[in-house]
């Protein structure tokens, strides 16, 4: 009957034989419990081990290569609902790499009674007859290692709590972290294994570097430049910058084979065109910047919520769609922004990049509309000839204000019918009433009848308004030319002299006034003896 050995030792010396991190040059050693022959030369403490795949990826699931920490919190970001807060992520679902320790830090005081546990069996662990999954979990309550009673009897009146877990090859493929106390505060861990075979990656899930912060990833790489990848397929690429091997032409996809949607921080073209046929293009806190090139849009729309698009020598060429900026700068260099059937909606502003360097629309190729809230201009804004002027507003679609310092024209029309003038007025008095001047300030409420210090009425929207800057506590309008809505008390005729009344702010007939008194002719009749308002025309006497 031979005899099985666990290990074997071919060794010319009889110390330490069966320690396999001492060893001579040429020693072999052999360990049934990791399948693993090592070799020995006499240099390298533990030799080289001499293994087979599996045996690599067993002692990389096992190896603990990084620790993972999330500061744990308990708070409401994205609903009604309080949530493990994991770093700055409410309850996200999670993905451990076997080989990783992660560490869930609760030791800050919004955590409570809320105690995070693991579970390999349900995602609300115990709360719905689930277990606790303790498997390689270490339990600290102020960096010291207690067990799963202690843990949570002593949670509350502790002050540094932490849950470990290391990932193995015996890990379950999903487990959850779940509240102690209260449903739905967690979410589920995917646990992968990462396995490189020659030009082949394959995973359930993501490839992350190893970093502290997985999340945040810099200066690592997928490849190296003597050591690449043949194809990466994928339905999703969240990247920094993409570099081309060599100052050639290279695609990004192809006319058959494209990217449902490219996410990055900077897209900087130098000397290139870009051309989407049927789709968007999206630029949301960022930039994208053309040194010499065009972006054309076939069928699309280009929206900027919040960055910049600079091109410096180029065109941008829209077929069919729009442009929609919300917070940011559209820039053209050297350059045309061609737009054949869409439009631009712009919610910030339009400016050149240079003084006096820069023409909206051509003298033989000119923008139809212009719609806008404000167009503020250093130079003039001209008819393209004198034989066909154009329009500032339209009939249907007036500007709101216009503000200039000389008005120079042929005719000027207006919607309403009075002139008038700011006046300093003692009190607010509504549209409508008479007034004279006196009082405290500039005018005041007529009382007398047949008063020559009569100064008009109180207008409502008058179609000019002089002295509009004057700034006082009561400012009022008071017309004295046109059309305008008058306080009268009494039968009034069409036609009659309108003079002011006993009755405060009101005007009566009398067509016999005094020189001095007359406020106006009436528009309307009025046959009742009360109070009332009609139409009159001031400033005829």
């Given at each position: 009957m031979s005899t099985v050995f666990d290990r074997l030792r071919l060794v010319g010396r009889g110390n330490d034989f069966l320690n396999q991190y001492t060893g001579s040059n040429g020693d072999l050693f052999y360990n049934k419990d990791t399948n693993a022959l090592r070799i020995y030369n006499g240099s390298l403490p533990g030799g080289t081990k001499i293994i087979t795949d599996a045996v690599l990826r067993q002692e990389i699931a096992d190896s603990s290569v990084a620790t993972i920490t999330y500061n744990v919190t308990v708070g409401n970001l994205n609903d009604s609902q309080n949530r493990f807060i994991l770093n700055t992520k409410s309850n996200p679902q999670l993905t451990f790499i076997k080989g990783f320790t992660y560490i869930f830090d609760q030791s800050h005081t919004s955590n409570l009674?809320?105690?995070?546990?693991?579970?390999?069996?349900?995602?609300?662990?115990?709360?719905?007859?689930?277990?606790?999954?303790?498997?390689?979990?270490?339990?600290?309550?102020?960096?010291?290692a207690v067990d799963l009673e202690t843990y949570l009897d002593r949670f509350e009146i502790s002050t540094s709590k932490q849950l470990r877990i290391s990932i193995t090859s015996n890990t379950p493929d999903i487990l959850y972290y779940f509240s102690k106390e209260t449903f739905d505060f967690g979410n589920m861990i995917q646990i992968q294994f990462v396995e490189k075979i020659f030009d082949v990656v394959q995973t359930t899930g993501n490839i992350v570097p190893i970093l502290p912060d997985p999340n945040n990833p810099t200066d690592t790489n997928l490849g190296l430049p003597e050591e690449r990848w043949t194809n990466i397929y994928g339905n999703n690429l969240f990247v920094g910058d993409i570099l081309p091997l060599e100052t050639?032409?290279?695609?990004?996809?192809?006319?058959?084979?494209?990217?449902?949607?490219?996410?990055?921080?900077?897209?900087?073209?130098?000397?290139?065109?870009?051309?989407?046929?049927?789709?968007?293009?999206?630029?949301?806190?960022?930039?994208?910047?053309?040194?010499?090139?065009?972006?054309?849009?076939?069928?699309?729309?280009?929206?900027?919520?919040?960055?910049?698009?600079?091109?410096?020598?180029?065109?941008?060429?829209?077929?069919?769609?729009?442009?929609?900026?919300?917070?940011?700068?559209?820039?053209?260099?050297?350059?045309n922004l061609n737009i054949n059937n869409g439009q631009i909606y712009i919610s910030a502003n339009i400016i050149p990049i240079e003084n006096n360097t820069s023409i909206l629309g051509a003298s033989d190729k000119y923008l139809n509309v212009i719609y806008t809230n404000d167009i503020e201009v250093l130079g003039n804004i001209t008819p393209l000839d004198d034989q066909t002027p154009g329009d500032l507003g339209a009939l249907n679609n007036p500007f709101n204000d216009i503000y200039a310092s000389f008005f120079r024209g042929t005719a000027i029309q207006a919607q309403y019918a009075d002139l008038a003038e700011n006046y300093i007025s003692d009190k607010k008095y509504t549209v409508g009433t008479v007034v004279i001047f006196g009082g405290e300030k500039e005018v005041t409420i007529s009382k007398k009848k047949n008063d020559k210090r009569v100064a008009g009425i109180i207008s409502s929207?008058?179609?000019?308004?002089?002295?509009?800057?004057?700034?006082e506590k009561h400012t009022l309008p008071i017309a004295f030319q046109g059309k305008v809505l008058c306080k009268v008390i009494g039968k009034v005729k069409k036609g009659d002299i309108l003079v002011t009344s006993n009755t405060k702010g009101y005007a009566i007939v009398n067509n016999n006034p005094k020189p001095g008194t007359i406020l106006g002719k009436s528009l309307q009749n009025k046959k009742n003896k009360d109070k009332g308002k009609i139409f009159v025309v001031v400033g005829r006497d």
């Amino acid at each position: 009957m031979s005899t099985v050995f666990d290990r074997l030792r071919l060794v010319g010396r009889g110390n330490d034989f069966l320690n396999q991190y001492t060893g001579s040059n040429g020693d072999l050693f052999y360990n049934k419990d990791t399948n693993a022959l090592r070799i020995y030369n006499g240099s390298l403490p533990g030799g080289t081990k001499i293994i087979t795949d599996a045996v690599l990826r067993q002692e990389i699931a096992d190896s603990s290569v990084a620790t993972i920490t999330y500061n744990v919190t308990v708070g409401n970001l994205n609903d009604s609902q309080n949530r493990f807060i994991l770093n700055t992520k409410s309850n996200p679902q999670l993905t451990f790499i076997k080989g990783f320790t992660y560490i869930f830090d609760q030791s800050h005081t919004s955590n409570l009674d809320e105690i995070l546990l693991l579970s390999a069996d349900d995602p609300n662990g115990t709360l719905n007859n689930g277990s606790v999954f303790s498997t390689d979990v270490l339990y600290m309550l102020n960096n010291i290692a207690v067990d799963l009673e202690t843990y949570l009897d002593r949670f509350e009146i502790s002050t540094s709590k932490q849950l470990r877990i290391s990932i193995t090859s015996n890990t379950p493929d999903i487990l959850y972290y779940f509240s102690k106390e209260t449903f739905d505060f967690g979410n589920m861990i995917q646990i992968q294994f990462v396995e490189k075979i020659f030009d082949v990656v394959q995973t359930t899930g993501n490839i992350v570097p190893i970093l502290p912060d997985p999340n945040n990833p810099t200066d690592t790489n997928l490849g190296l430049p003597e050591e690449r990848w043949t194809n990466i397929y994928g339905n999703n690429l969240f990247v920094g910058d993409i570099l081309p091997l060599e100052t050639i032409v290279y695609n990004i996809g192809s006319s058959d084979k494209r990217w449902n949607e490219i996410y990055s921080n900077n897209l900087q073209i130098n000397n290139g065109n870009i051309t989407i046929t049927t789709g968007n293009f999206v630029i949301d806190n960022g930039n994208f910047n053309i040194d010499t090139g065009s972006v054309g849009l076939l069928a699309g729309d280009m929206s900027i919520l919040d960055g910049n698009m600079i091109i410096t020598t180029g065109d941008l060429a829209i077929t069919t769609g729009n442009v929609a900026i919300t917070t940011g700068d559209l820039d053209v260099g050297t350059g045309n922004l061609n737009i054949n059937n869409g439009q631009i909606y712009i919610s910030a502003n339009i400016i050149p990049i240079e003084n006096n360097t820069s023409i909206l629309g051509a003298s033989d190729k000119y923008l139809n509309v212009i719609y806008t809230n404000d167009i503020e201009v250093l130079g003039n804004i001209t008819p393209l000839d004198d034989q066909t002027p154009g329009d500032l507003g339209a009939l249907n679609n007036p500007f709101n204000d216009i503000y200039a310092s000389f008005f120079r024209g042929t005719a000027i029309q207006a919607q309403y019918a009075d002139l008038a003038e700011n006046y300093i007025s003692d009190k607010k008095y509504t549209v409508g009433t008479v007034v004279i001047f006196g009082g405290e300030k500039e005018v005041t409420i007529s009382k007398k009848k047949n008063d020559k210090r009569v100064a008009g009425i109180i207008s409502s929207k008058p179609a000019l308004l002089m002295n509009k800057n004057l700034k006082e506590k009561h400012t009022l309008p008071i017309a004295f030319q046109g059309k305008v809505l008058c306080k009268v008390i009494g039968k009034v005729k069409k036609g009659d002299i309108l003079v002011t009344s006993n009755t405060k702010g009101y005007a009566i007939v009398n067509n016999n006034p005094k020189p001095g008194t007359i406020l106006g002719k009436s528009l309307q009749n009025k046959k009742n003896k009360d109070k009332g308002k009609i139409f009159v025309v001031v400033g005829r006497d």
